[in-house]
Nanobody, 120 residues
Framework: QVQLVESGGGLVQPGGSLRVSCAASGSIISINAMGWYRQAPGKERELVADITSSGSTHYADSVKGRFTISRDNAKNTVYLQMNSLKPEDTAVYYC??????????????WGQGTQVTVSS
């Protein structure tokens, strides 16, 4: 079993900042890619950013220059620092972790989601 616990969402004014975190725990041998996705009401889930085990990052065009993804391998934790937030960033943010587990072999697990609302 692999568990993901997200934290850090909330309400922020346009132009503000938030940081969301996602900690993975359980029967994990290794973690490869870690990423953040988001889903706004009435829209499909989309990739926001991801980061490989070596630290290579990829961002959606809509967040480039505003969001920064990082990870702490010792803590099996991925972070998403969101700056200059816009109302269109409002969504439920989900983390995704891909790796190898003790019992499951390769896995791709999702967090429970954390609401980010950007509004004045």
């Amino acid at each position: 079993q692999v568990q993901l616990v997200e934290s850090g969402g909330g309400l922020v004014q346009p132009g503000g900042s938030l940081r969301v975190s996602c900690a993975a725990s359980g029967s994990i041998i290794s973690i490869n890619a870690m990423g953040w996705y988001r889903q706004a009401p009435g829209k499909e889930r989309e990739l926001v950013a991801d980061i490989t085990s070596s630290g290579s990052t990829h961002y959606a065009d809509s967040v480039k220059g505003r969001f920064t993804i990082s990870r702490d391998n010792a803590k099996n934790t991925v972070y998403l620092q969101m700056n200059s937030l816009k109302p269109e960033d409002t969504a439920v943010y989900y983390c995704n972790v891909k790796g190898t587990g003790t019992y499951r072999g390769r896995f791709s697990s999702w967090g429970q989601g954390t609401q980010v609302t950007v509004s004045s």
